[in-house]
């Protein structure tokens, strides 16, 4: 993201003030996830965001945005979101990107349920904020003019406060994964296409901006699991998006190295914006050294094959058509690939196809550069 700094190093801020705002869409701002002290601000070439490093002092107080409580239309609510922080929450598919402020989706899912083994439940991080969620659903109808899918599993309960409306539509999610991953239940219910995009967004986000529209202030912590066989144990833990992850699992690892991963698999020092899971594993990932014989043999080697078995089948979800939908991505066949499904999917949507096929180079990965390239082609 390309950001002009709206505080300098060394600056106090208070939690929820904006601190960033986006070049490309100057309504849209990211804020500061804790108050406290501009530690470090990092901005690359070409206005790129690096990274910024916030000292926590829980004295800094917590910023109000005042024009979130008069928020009551499409337009007020989507200035209010824009202004607060909070549009981030907002995933667009096709491409996986940060919603465009002024995209119109042509359907929203709200994922109250997660089937990722080891992921925190979606029921467990909105109870007792029944309300609120409420409210946030009701805001996510003022934002399309297309149908809300609230996809739960049977741990999560309605209550009275859900709204009634014809658009919020429930959908049972089954316990098997990879049926809680987002991408599948567009695939099944409302495929994403590049004029009539998708969002996906969890209900404990939606919970956030029903508690925003009322109080003004941005929601301070997220439910994240921390597990893993590196661990002495398992624990579920609220903390601030962008924690770090050390910090995490600071006490509890066991000795000797490990890695830390977050989301779908991805190495890392920091919870992203969208990553609600921690796993340490034990052992460290050391690059293989390197000569011209392992260069030669690696470079004249054929890419390992994807044989269709039905634990691919599984790996799909029996939504979309495993083995030719995989043919497609491996063959970088664009055209079958967006036929088969494939814009509604990112690269966590594979992670398990990834795992059972043990394709070099990976299904998610070949996924991401073909949509990437579709990106592109669309905005030629």
């Known amino acids: 993201m390309r950001v002009d700094a709206l505080v300098s190093e060394g600056e106090r801020v208070e939690q929820g003030q904006p601190v960033l705002r986006s070049r490309r869409h100057p309504q849209m701002v990211l804020v500061a996830p804790v108050g406290g002290d501009v530690a470090a601000l990092d ?10 490093v916030f000292f926590h002092d829980g004295k800094a107080g917590r910023h109000v945005h005042e024009a979130a409580r008069s928020a009551d239309d499409g337009g007020t609510i989507r200035a209010a979101l824009l202004a607060g922080g909070l549009w981030t929450m907002f995933r667009s598919r096709p491409f996986g990107r940060i919603a465009a402020p002024q995209e119109m989706p042509a359907a929203i899912f709200v994922m109250a349920a997660d089937s990722r083994p080891g992921a925190p439940s979606p029921a467990i991080a909105i109870n007792g904020r029944e309300e ?9 109808l003022q934002l399309t003019n297309g149908p809300v899918y609230l996809c739960h599993d049977k741990a999560y309960a309605a209550t009275g406060a859900t709204p009634r409306d014809d658009r919020l539509r429930p959908a049972l999610v089954g316990p098997a994964h990879p049926h809680g991953l987002a991408g599948f239940q567009m ?15 969890h209900a ?7 508690a925003f529209l009322v109080e003004g202030l941005v929601p301070q912590t997220r439910l994240v699991s921390v597990a893993g066989p590196a661990l002495r144990e398992a624990r579920l833990v609220r903390c601030q998006p962008g924690a770090d992850l050390r910090g995490l699992c600071y006490d509890i ?8 991963l977050v989301g779908c698999g991805q190495e890392a020092r920091w919870l992203g914006p969208w990553h609600r899971q921690v796993t340490a594993l034990a052992g460290r990932s050391e690059a293989p050294r390197r000569n011209w014989f392992s260069k030669a043999l690696k470079g004249a080697s054929r890419p390992m094959p ?4 039905a634990a691919l089948d599984h790996a799909f979800g029996g939504i979309l058509p495993a083995a030719p939908l995989a043919r497609a991505i491996a063959a970088n066949d664009a055209e079958t690939a967006v036929q088969l499904g494939a814009l509604s999917l990112l690269e966590e949507d594979l992670a398990l196809a990834d795992f059972v096929t043990a394709a070099s180079p990976r299904l998610s990965r070949m996924l991401r550069a073909m949509i990437d390239q579709i990106a592109r082609e669309e905005a030629a």
């Open 43 to 52: 901005i690359g070439p070409g206005r790129r965001l690096s990274s910024i």
């Open 132 to 140: 609120a969620f409420a409210r946030g659903l009701a805001a996510l």
């Open 187 to 201: 695939a099944l219910r409302h495929p994403a296409l590049p004029n009539a995009p998708v969002w996906d967004v």
């Open 204 to 210: 404990e986000d939606v919970a956030g901006i029903g």
């Open 253 to 260: 690892l066991k000795p000797g190295p490990h890695r830390l």
């Open 306 to 309: 994807i044989i269709p078995t």
